[in-house]
């Protein structure tokens, strides 16, 4: 296997790690955020998601890096979780949400 081969096993897992962590992070965040929260309750729910995620994650990426097949796979797999760790971390410290959520939000209720 060429050095070609492990970085694109390597970018398909980190990939594919935060696309999953973003899509499940986002519907749950959307599911349970009623809409005259503040935007601050969307990103918390979105963290919350995300945080459940990561044992499923880590230990994936962990089986994943014990086949010399799927090594590469794996670290990949390891390195976007850790990414969309430190993001979500700093979306909960900021208290930043998206446009479609946080739109006519004033700081102290709603528009």
Not at 33 to 43: A, K, L, N, V
Not at 69 to 80: C, E, I, K, M, N
């Amino acid at each position: 296997m060429g050095s070609r081969s492990k970085v694109v096993q390597a970018a398909a897992g980190a990939t594919l790690t935060v696309i999953a962590h973003s899509w499940f992070g986002v519907a749950a965040a959307n599911a349970l955020w009623i809409g005259r929260d503040s935007p601050g309750e969307w990103t918390f729910y979105l963290v919350g998601a995300g945080c459940l995620l990561l044992p499923v994650t880590v230990a994936a990426g962990w089986i994943l890096t014990r086949f010399p097949r799927t090594r590469h796979l794996g670290r990949g797999a390891l390195v976007g979780t850790a990414t969309v760790a430190v993001l979500a971390a700093a979306a909960a410290v900021t208290g930043w949400a998206p446009p479609w959520i946080s739109e006519g939000w004033t700081g102290t209720g709603w528009k």
